[in-house]
């Protein structure tokens, strides 16, 4: 079993920045590549970013590229989105994922079947 658990949600204004953490703990950590999802009031949960444990290939979704950075730290079993130039619709629940099914090695995964743990997510909110 694998338990993911995310920090660093807050308040912030728009135009700020944050770093969100998710770190993992439980069996033999490798999975093939972690991800982060959001969820705002009322929509469905969307990708945001993945990266590959193994390789660091990376995926962003278009609303992200140039201001959210996807990163890992194999030593310490964590992930991190550091998240820049924030907007109001960047408000939302944010979840951590661990998808341990093996891939091509280039391949990023971006949809939640293709994930296996979830965290309990992290609330951020950006005031306009």
């Known amino acids: 079993q694998v338990q993911l658990v995310e920090s660093g949600g807050r308040l912030v204004q728009a135009g700020g920045s944050l770093r969100l953490s998710c770190a993992a703990s439980?069996?033999?950590?490798?999975?093939?590549?972690m991800g982060w999802f959001r969820q705002a009031p009322g929509k469905e949960r969307d990708f945001v970013a993945a990266?590959?444990?193994?390789?660091?290939?990376?995926a962003y979704a278009d609303s992200v590229k140039a201001r959210f950075t996807i990163s890992r730290d194999n030593a310490r079993n964590t992930v991190y989105l550091q998240m820049n130039s924030l907007k109001s619709e960047d408000t939302a629940v944010y979840y951590c994922?661990?998808?341990?099914?093996?891939?091509?090695?280039?391949?990023?995964?971006?949809?939640?079947?293709?994930?296996?743990?979830w965290g309990q997510g992290t609330q951020v909110t950006v005031s306009s």
């Open positions: 994922a661990a998808g341990l099914r093996r891939r091509s090695s280039s391949y990023v995964p971006s949809n939640e079947p293709e994930y296996d743990y």
């Open positions: 439980g069996r033999t950590f490798s999975p093939y590549a």
């Open positions: 990266v590959t444990w193994s390789a660091g290939y990376t």
